[in-house]
Nanobody
């Protein structure tokens, strides 16, 4: 069983930055497609970014393009989500998920394992 753990959430002012981390025990993440999803209060969960080890470029939601960057540090077995120029509408619980190498093609349906989430609050 793959267990994913997110960290790095917190309270930040608009325009600020946060870096979320996703780690796993007992498996190496470089095999998996890794997605970052978020769920704001009263809204459905949505994909933020997804990175496949088989695709050339990661995918980003339109709302975060140019502000968020997904990256991997395979030596540390960690996937990062750098979030810059944060806006109040970015406030949500952020989830890390892992799926088969082409799992990004199917959004949530392509993910097999989920973390418990980390809360990001953007507010002045």
């Amino acid at each position: 069983q793959v267990q994913l753990v997110e960290s790095g959430g917190g309270l930040v002012q608009p325009g600020g930055s946060l870096r979320l981390s996703c780690t796993a025990s007992e498996v190496t993440l470089d095999y998996y497609a890794i997605g970052w999803f978020r769920q704001a209060p009263g809204k459905e969960r949505e994909v933020v970014s997804c990175d496949s080890p088989r695709d050339g470029s990661p995918h980003y939601a339109e709302a975060v393009k140019g502000r968020f960057t997904i990256s991997r540090d395979n030596a540390k077995n960690i996937v990062l989500l750098q979030m810059n120029s944060l806006k109040p509408e970015d406030t949500a619980v952020y989830y890390c998920a892992a799926g088969t190498p082409f799992g990004c093609n199917w959004g949530e349906d392509g993910m097999d394992y989920w973390g418990k989430g980390t809360l990001v609050t953007v507010s002045s």
